[in-house]
């Protein structure tokens, strides 16, 4: 079966090697005569899966013990409130870096919950960018400064973080485990798994440990980062699929490699920065100092044009590459399950296209 060039920004392309596993082992898992969608939650094969993707992770990104790897529900989006709910006290202000839609979405939830201060704005930005390290204005004591390491909307990156006196935390919903980084540099990390990760379904966070014991015994149970630690994610049902095709996927990347996958996500991405820019018929979004390697931002000359381009490479194999509903434009989600191949199928579609349109 002929698999497309897969172009979604989430859920998004996985890699082929844990689907064709996954496809394997569904009816008879581990030759238990069941499926892993029918195993308790509670048994030594599901608890082996579980154990296996946390000690996966922690492998990759070198995540220390004092940090617990939890797998919750409710999306990333459930995060923007969570993380407020248990790191934010009575009394105290959360600094928060507003750099696009996604950011947005955060501080507009943190502020139901707590004092916020915006410490720096370009959300509205064009050309999109996040803001430099000089230009936070962070507040002193704060509880935590909160920013978005890839605006998946915008195309706009953190390339490095900036180093901050309270506990940073990071929405990395589209970015995680697309590049090594140092763990330690995070009070919070959260990510909606449905891009690098695995399906949709489940939210990993790494939290450190010392942090989420300070959290009010008014959160409500379910809400309290310290009631999954305290049972490994297993205080009521976790996404036991979601969970197994990300033990799947990160057996995939330890095999590929962090550094190696990352530096094929800086080519793959730079292949298509090259050919926008190569051409003045297509235009960038994004500042270059920030340009995204997951989601590349660009926009042609008209939308007839963009429709028009979205169509024929959707018909050419190429699916996926409309922008977001709110910007418009075209967007290329290419995270590390994407072929380098479908960035040069891309490429050649693209002068192709200019050639016959520009
Ligand atoms: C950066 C970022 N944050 C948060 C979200 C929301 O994630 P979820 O749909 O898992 O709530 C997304 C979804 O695309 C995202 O890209």
């Given at each position: 079966m002929?698999?497309?060039?897969n172009?979604n920004?989430?859920?998004?392309v996985?890699?082929?090697?844990a689907?064709?596993?996954?496809q394997?082992?569904?009816?008879?898992?581990?030759?238990s005569?069941?499926?892993?969608l029918?195993h308790?939650?509670?048994?030594?094969?599901y608890?082996a899966v579980?154990?296996?993707?946390?000690?996966?992770?922690?492998?990759?990104?070198?995540?220390?013990?004092?940090y617990?790897?939890?797998?919750?529900?409710?999306?990333?989006?459930?995060?923007?409130?969570?993380?407020?709910?248990?790191?934010?006290?009575?009394?105290?202000?959360?600094?928060?870096?507003?750099?696009?839609?996604?950011?947005?979405?955060?501080v507009?939830?943190a502020?139901?919950?707590g004092?916020?201060?915006?410490?720096?704005?370009?959300?509205?930005?064009?050309?999109?960018r996040v803001?430099?390290?000089?230009?936070?204005?962070?507040?002193p004591?704060?509880?935590?400064v909160h920013?978005?390491s890839n605006?998946?909307?915008?195309?706009?990156?953190w390339?490095?973080?900036?180093?901050?006196?309270?506990?940073?935390v990071?929405?990395?919903s589209s970015?995680?485990?697309?590049?090594?980084?140092?763990?330690?540099?995070?009070g919070?990390?959260?990510?909606?798994?449905?891009k690098?990760l695995?399906?949709?379904?489940v939210?990993?966070?790494?939290?450190?440990k010392?942090?989420?014991?300070r959290a009010?015994?008014?959160?409500?149970?379910?809400?309290r980062y310290a009631?999954?630690?305290?049972e490994?994610?297993l205080?009521?049902?976790?996404p036991?699929?979601?969970v197994?095709?990300?033990?799947?996927?990160?057996r995939?990347v330890?095999?590929?490699?962090?550094?190696?996958?990352?530096?094929?996500?800086?080519?793959?991405?730079?292949?298509?920065?090259?050919a926008i820019?190569?051409?003045?018929?297509?235009?960038g979004?994004?500042?270059?100092?920030?340009?995204?390697?997951?989601?590349?931002t660009?926009r042609?000359?008209?939308?007839?044009?963009e429709?028009?381009?979205?169509?024929?490479?959707?018909?050419?194999?190429?699916?996926g590459?409309?922008g977001?509903?709110s910007?418009?434009g075209?967007r290329?989600?290419?995270?590390?399950?994407?072929?380098?191949?479908?960035?040069?199928a891309?490429?050649?579609?693209?002068?192709?296209?200019?050639k016959?349109?520009?």
């Amino acid at each position: 079966m002929a698999r497309v060039f897969n172009f979604n920004a989430g859920p998004a392309v996985l890699p082929v090697e844990a689907l064709e596993s996954a496809q394997k082992e569904l009816v008879d898992f581990n030759h238990s005569g069941m499926s892993i969608l029918e195993h308790s939650h509670r048994g030594k094969e599901y608890e082996a899966v579980h154990n296996e993707a946390i000690a996966n992770l922690r492998s990759l990104l070198g995540i220390p013990e004092e940090y617990a790897v939890l797998f919750l529900q409710g999306g990333a989006s459930l995060q923007f409130a969570m993380a407020p709910m248990n790191l934010l006290g009575p009394g105290q202000t959360a600094d928060y870096v507003n750099s696009g839609a996604w950011a947005s979405k955060a501080v507009k939830e943190a502020k139901l919950l707590g004092k916020v201060n915006v410490a720096a704005d370009c959300a509205k930005e064009i050309p999109t960018r996040v803001p430099c390290e000089s230009e936070l204005k962070l507040t002193p004591g704060a509880a935590y400064v909160h920013l978005t390491s890839n605006e998946t909307i915008a195309g706009a990156q953190w390339k490095t973080f900036p180093q901050t006196q309270p506990p940073l935390v990071a929405d990395m919903s589209s970015d995680f485990m697309s590049r090594p980084f140092d763990v330690r540099q995070f009070g919070l990390i959260y990510a909606g798994a449905q891009k690098n990760l695995g399906p949709a379904g489940v939210c990993l966070v790494i939290v450190r440990k010392d942090l989420a014991a300070r959290a009010s015994e008014k959160v409500p149970t379910m809400l309290r980062y310290a009631t999954h630690i305290d049972e490994n994610s297993l205080y009521n049902t976790p996404p036991c699929f979601s969970v197994y095709v990300i033990a799947l996927v990160t057996r995939w990347v330890l095999k590929m490699g962090l550094p190696n996958l990352y530096r094929q996500n800086v080519e793959k991405a730079g292949k298509l920065y090259a050919a926008i820019d190569a051409s003045s018929f297509y235009r960038g979004t994004a500042v270059k100092e920030c340009r995204s390697d997951m989601n590349v931002t660009w926009r042609l000359p008209s939308e007839e044009l963009e429709d028009a381009f979205v169509k024929e490479a959707s018909q050419a194999g190429m699916k996926g590459l409309k922008g977001h509903r709110s910007v418009g434009g075209l967007r290329a989600s290419i995270y590390n399950a994407f072929p380098p191949a479908g960035i040069d199928a891309l490429v050649g579609f693209m002068k192709d296209f200019e050639k016959r349109n520009g």
